[in-house]
């Protein structure tokens, strides 16, 4: 990506492909919405999805509400960095006594990147508290995090497994060599690089966590698509649904440069320890 | 990369077409106006001479008898079964022909209005979808919980109300919600609805809880909060509230009917071919039925009193 550049290149030479770059883009977009704005049905579209009025009307409620998904992913996100790594290091554990320890976490991370969130979610939030069991809690919000909990971890443990599998064998023999035990070993050597390694796909599991937090509307926490759905079906006009997707593009698109500047640093990082 | 000059001149025309091209989409803004109010038809016809009305002038598919429409199987509580089952009846479930429940006593106090005996009543099953499609029908008037909707009337005939789909809170028995009596009694508790209904407005606008109300995709979803204990109640319409307690919640109950406020509420209107020469004296038909407290009585004993209580 990042070859040498060509030599020789005067200042007028340098600006050109920014210029032609600005004149692409601009001749691109603005093709895009000159076909946008004729089609047949924009002023309808206008009105329903793009209305000023119901979108200043309709966002203080919402970010309001987006406290709800903040709550559920923040709560969520650090249990699931503690559960994901566990079943990581129990799947990785050597050795045939830990046999039946390593089928459970593959059957777990099997079951629950195969279900569908929702279906976790509804399970959780109405079957579990339906069973009446005393002592449970029956608060859907408390399920919602089990339920995304659960979901993710599996995720993000398989992320976790990447990182360790990644970090080359003679580490951990120079390790064990050096006198570390195997727990030492992992804690010591191994894990520091392997989870430094996975930061930017870990980031990009939270990322999709947060968007995930609207399922939780299914089982009745009103978050901030249910605000926007509610005040759409009063208002008959889809504005509040862009109202909740700025809301959310306010906070992943930073998240979203953030990895990848982490990637790209990573990368530069490898290319000079290499060389 | 040697094209760039001219990409660059490019620019300002595409440009230039995007405004002209905004321009035009707003001025086509006006076209979709609102034209529903228009197609609205008030159900009143003019109000026809006394004797068109009478029964012995009725254009009825059977001369002298009066032909009724009824969905089967017919439900409770809008019909009702007569034990044991007459021989030869068609009729599952419910049968229209003993008068009993909402619909079949209305549809007699309506047959009554109109000037014939219970005899010339002659009850037919029609299914529910057939009765309000366009075409020539079985029936001279037909009820079936048909809710009124400015759509359907252009299929068919709808009448004026005969009842009132008011708002109905459920909920379990053995919840304390049960013991209230009156709509502020309500506010104390966790109600729920699905999302987009009357019912969801209902409970923000007139109910006012002290506790948000969940809001649900579906109304199972909210009955299964309810079966789960998170919530106290679920508001729906009454109808629906039967069917619900009955059926969809174990050991459920209507906590009791809402009163109306303000807006335009549901009815269920009774069916005719359309542009017959009924609807004018059907209608008038309800009005005297409204008028005398026949239909009150009517609703007061198959719905009120049937587990339906109507909240102060």
Redesign the interface.
């Known amino acids: 990506m990042a070859g040498p550049r060509p030599p020789g290149r005067t200042r007028e030479g340098r600006q050109k492909p920014i210029l032609i770059a600005l004149a692409s883009t601009i001749v691109f977009f603005g093709a895009l919405g000159w076909v946008v704005v004729n089609a047949p049905g924009w002023a309808a579209v206008q009105t329903s999805f793009f209305d000023a009025e119901v979108f200043r009307a309709s966002l203080p409620g919402m970010v309001a509400a987006f406290g709800t998904n903040v709550q559920l992913f923040l709560i969520a996100e650090s249990l699931i960095l503690v559960v994901g790594l566990l079943i990581a290091v129990l799947r990785s554990l050597p050795g045939p006594v830990f046999f039946p320890v390593r089928v459970l976490a593959i059957v777990y991370t099997d079951l629950f990147r195969a279900l569908p969130g929702v279906l976790i979610i509804f399970i959780l939030g109405f079957g579990v508290p339906g069973l009446q069991i005393p002592g449970v809690p029956n608060d859907p919000f408390f399920w919602a995090v089990v339920a995304l909990t659960l979901l993710y971890s599996a995720y993000v443990s398989e992320v976790y497994r990447a990182g360790i599998e990644s970090i080359h064998p003679s580490q951990a023999a120079a390790a064990r060599s050096l006198g570390l035990s195997q727990l030492q070993a992992l804690r010591f050597v191994i894990l520091p690089q392997a989870v430094r390694r996975v930061i930017p796909p870990l980031l990009n599991d939270f990322i999709g966590l947060q968007k995930d937090t609207v399922l939780v509307s299914f089982v009745g926490v009103v978050e901030i698509f249910r605000t926007a759905q509610i005040k759409q079906s009063a208002l008959f006009n889809f504005t509040p649904y862009l109202g909740a997707a700025l809301v959310f593009l306010v906070l992943t698109i930073p998240l979203a440069r953030l990895t990848d500047w982490l990637v790209a640093r990573d990368r530069s990082r490898g290319a000079r320890s290499n060389a | 990369?040697r094209t760039?000059i001219r990409?660059?001149v490019?620019?300002p025309i595409?440009?230039a077409?995007?405004l002209m091209?905004?321009g035009?989409?707003?001025s086509?803004?006006p076209?979709?106006a609102p034209t529903v109010a228009a197609t609205v038809a008030p159900t009143e016809a003019p109000s026809p001479t006394p004797d068109a009305c009478a029964a012995a002038n009725l254009k009825t598919l059977t001369a002298g008898k009066l032909t009724i429409g009824a969905d089967n199987p017919a439900f409770p509580p809008y019909f009702y079964s007569t034990d044991p089952k007459p021989a030869g009846s068609v009729w599952e479930l419910g049968d229209p022909t003993n008068g009993k429940g909402l619909e079949a006593a209305t549809a007699y106090a309506v047959a009554k209005a109109l000037g014939f005996t219970n005899d010339q009543v002659v009850w037919k099953p029609v299914a529910f979808n057939s009765a309000i499609q366009p075409g020539a029908k079985t029936f001279d008037i037909y009820l079936s919980q048909i809710s009124y909707s400015a759509d359907r009337a252009k299929a068919v005939d709808l009448t004026d109300g005969y009842f009132d789909l008011n708002q109905a809170v459920i909920s379990l028995k053995a919840n304390p919600i049960t013991l209230v009596t009156t709509v502020a009694g309500l506010a104390a508790f966790k109600l729920?609805a699905p999302?987009?209904?009357t019912s969801?407005?209902y409970i923000v606008s007139n109910i006012k809880p002290t506790k948000?109300?969940?809001?649900?995709?579906t109304l199972d979803?909210?009955i299964?909060?309810v079966?789960?204990?998170?919530?106290d109640g679920v508001v729906v319409d009454l109808p629906t509230a039967f069917y619900a307690s009955s059926q969809q919640l174990h050991n459920g109950v209507i906590v009791g009917s809402l009163p109306t406020a303000g807006g335009t509420v549901e009815h269920f209107s009774i069916a005719l071919n359309l542009n017959s020469p009924l609807t004018a004296c059907v209608n008038a038909a309800i009005a005297a039925i409204k008028g005398d407290g026949t239909l009150q009585s009517i609703v007061s004993q198959w719905i009120t009193s049937q587990g339906a209580p109507e909240l102060k």
């Not at chain 2, 948000?212 to 995709?217: E, F, L, T, W």
């Not at chain 2, 079966?227 to 919530?231: C, E, F, K, L, T």
Request: negative net charge; hydrophobic residues 55%.
């Open positions: 990369m760039s990409s660059v490019v620019v595409v440009l077409m995007a091209g905004c035009a989409g707003a086509l803004a076209s979709i729920g999302v987009g209904t969801y407005q948000a109300p969940s809001v649900y995709d979803a909210a299964a909060a079966n789960a204990g998170q919530i």
